[in-house]
């Protein structure tokens, strides 16, 4: 199946359920200025690290759809996507740091000044995040045809 992302800032969008049904919201951690605009992600595309949200993925890490804490309506949903240093943090268990690092990327994005509420939010939903790794990061491939 293909992601579906916003046509405006070409992020991945979340699936958001209520009554009225399944709709495509920017993610949590992503305060977006303007109304998501659900396209389908071209072949080529790689969006941004699903952990900082600032630089391009090189390794997804394969996750169950899992509630976000905090959030019960908010589902995250398919595989997380990681840029080269999270990646690594994460290969290296230095969960605290990946915390770090993610919270001072938003803030730097949405220029406000990292608080203690965004660092506890975060930590709490990488802890449900943990509970629902299937597996190992593994690298995207630069060009199909690599493997083997
Ligand atoms: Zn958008
Ligand atoms: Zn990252």
Do not use: Q
Not at 40 to 65: I, M, Q, Y
Not at 72 to 96: F, K, N, Q, V
């Amino acid at each position: 199946m293909k992601s579906i992302i916003c046509g405006t800032c070409s992020r991945a969008l979340d699936t958001f359920s209520d009554a009225s049904g399944d709709r495509y919201i920017h993610p949590s951690h992503f305060a977006a200025d303007h109304e998501p605009a659900p396209v389908e992600a071209p072949d080529d595309w790689r969006g941004h690290c699903d952990f900082c949200f600032s630089d391009k993925p090189v390794a997804v890490l394969p996750t169950n759809d899992f509630i976000v804490p905090h959030m019960p309506d908010h589902l995250s949903r398919g595989d997380w996507s990681a840029c080269g240093m999270c990646s690594m943090l994460i290969e290296t268990g230095r969960w605290e740091r990946l915390v770090k690092r993610a919270v001072r990327k938003s803030a730097e994005f949405h220029e406000i000044p990292v608080d203690v509420a965004m660092l506890v939010i975060t930590t709490v939903m990488y802890e449900a995040l943990r509970e629902n790794i299937r597996g190992p990061l593994r690298p995207l491939a630069e060009k199909a045809g690599t493997d083997g």
